[in-house]
């Protein structure tokens, strides 16, 4: 049965999905457009990244680059200092908190634009085109349907996918990198491998330290790089023209990575930091990465991207000390190598078979739980979520060579098989990393939320003025 018809259906109310929601309340007041933001839980506005309740875990972004909106910088250090005056711009808080801050952004917006948002639990198992341009029907797990004739899609990172098939024994000692409340039920004193050495990796470290303090921990990567630091007098990103030091677009990956490193040890003997480099080519990386063609995309995303992204994401100074500390004491050990094999040993261990890097020999571990922190993926494939599947079945969306995500516009419009536009499809999220490669942070994200909501705003302006002179005519 068809429970309502709406203007706009969101679904997906992360960082993304709320973000647009608010934006759109903004782009269409004095309209009357009704709004639905659809997500598979009552927690809006968290998503993976801020779901959970140990304020032990940072952001790793300080205050004063959190803001949901671009045109107030200080909005999250506001509210933040509601809580402690001695808050301020350079002070990384806690992603629990940051959270608290998305679902106030939410309500304040629905309260200065009264019934027009409405929040609904559940989760889309199907979008379907109307015939004839009448918009979409959005099929829910529950088997109910909502019309509309805008539908944003505002999915978010789709959960790690485990390197290896497991077979139901070896599967049942994987935890998965959010899983919290399983990892701390983990008997204390035991030793754990952590599969991935990113930012998750290095949050589950710390959890499972104050929580599980285990005898032993690996973390193992293919290339075993952590992030890097921030300082601890953080400079926001400045505004700045296309890096001079830079040719033009549309050039081998190599030349970049040369050109870059070069202008980074050029500034360091004037004494610049080398963040602030990458800082001021932040906003132009977009422009970069939409210019290199397929076969040099792929070459970066194999050699260059795990170097980029642990300088380029880095951890809060406080995290980076913590971790330091753990290693030089032995706590933790990370390995740089390869997963060949888990096999069950016996009633609570695992035999974790590892290919260390640049050595021939093989590496065994004896372990009590593995967590897996492989990194959250965008490759849309057989194993994703049903909603993503049924579009690239239906040819309404088309993965990106890269698997990093979805094709669309310059108007976040998404394209077909055809490589048309789809009327009415759109996407915001960090699947848009297959057109920007900046796209999963939240200064960026917030930017792509309001981009989209002006132009769908236009759009139903638009759509709304045609329908007015064809019932005139």
């Known amino acids: ?7 706009v259906v969101i679904v997906g109310g992360g960082l993304s999905g709320t973000l647009a929601a608010i934006n759109l309340l903004r782009s269409t007041a004095g309209q009357n457009i009704s709004i639905t933001l659809l997500n598979p839980t009552p927690a ?4 993976l990244a801020y779901g959970s309740a140990d304020d032990h875990l940072l952001l790793n972004v300080p205050a004063g680059s959190m803001s949901a909106f671009a045109d ?7 509210f933040c200092q509601r809580i402690d005056v001695s808050i301020s711009a350079t002070t990384f808080m806690p992603r ?3 959270g608290c801050y998305l679902e106030h952004c ?5 309260a200065a634009y009264p019934g027009r948002l409405h929040l609904m639990v559940g989760e889309a198992h199907g979008v379907l085109p109307v015939a004839d341009g009448g918009g979409f029907m959005i099929k829910l797990l529950s088997g109910q349907y909502l019309a509309s004739t805008h539908v944003v899609l505002a999915l978010g990172h789709q959960r790690s996918r485990f390197p290896l098939p497991l077979g139901p024994v070896e599967h049942a000692s994987v935890i998965e990198a959010w899983d919290f409340e399983r990892m701390s039920r983990l008997p204390s004193g035991v030793p754990l491998l952590i599969l991935g050495t990113g930012h998750t990796a290095v949050d589950v470290l710390f959890h499972l330290e104050r929580r599980v ?3 032993t921990v690996w973390m193992a990567s293919r290339r075993g790089l952590v992030p890097q630091a921030h300082r601890l007098n953080v400079v926001p990103p400045a505004a700045s023209a296309y890096p001079a030091y830079l040719c033009e677009p549309s050039l081998r990956t190599r030349t970049i990575v040369r050109q870059v490193r ?3 040890v050029r500034a360091a003997q004037e004494g610049c930091d080398w963040r602030d480099k990458l800082n001021e080519l932040r906003a132009h990386t977009p422009r970069l990465w939409q210019a290199l063609p397929l076969i040099e995309r792929q070459r970066f995303l194999r050699h260059v991207a795990a170097f980029w992204d642990i300088h380029r994401h880095r951890l809060a100074p406080s995290a980076a000390e913590q971790l330091g500390a753990l290693i030089k004491a032995g706590a933790v050990q990370v390995l740089a190598a390869r997963l060949l094999e888990v096999k069950n040993t016996s009633e609570d261990r695992q035999a974790v078979k590892l290919k260390l890097r640049n050595q021939t020999s093989m590496h065994t571990l004896n372990v009590a739980a593995i967590i897996n922190c492989t990194g959250s993926s965008t490759r849309i494939g057989p194993d994703s979520q049903p909603l993503l599947k049924q579009l690239v079945k239906d040819g309404l969306v088309v993965p990106d060579p890269c698997d990093l995500g979805l094709q669309v516009n310059d108007r976040l419009q998404v394209i077909n098989a055809e490589g048309s536009v789809v009327q009415g499809l759109w996407y915001v999220g960090p699947m848009l990393k297959a057109r920007d490669w900046e796209a999963t942070a939240a200064p960026e994200l917030r ?4 981009r989209l909501a002006e132009n769908l705003a236009t759009a139903i302006v638009n759509c709304s003025q045609s329908s007015l002179k064809l019932d005139i005519a």
């Open 44 to 47: 809006f506005g968290r998503g």
């Open 213 to 215: 303090h285990p005898s």
């Open 1 to 7: 049965m068809v429970s309502g018809s709406t203007s």
């Open 262 to 264: 070069q202008e980074v």
């Open 106 to 110: 939410l309500s304040e917006a629905m």
């Open 447 to 450: 930017a792509h939320a309001q």
């Open 96 to 98: 629990h908190l940051y």
């Open 72 to 78: 107030q910088s200080s909005h999250f250090t506001a």
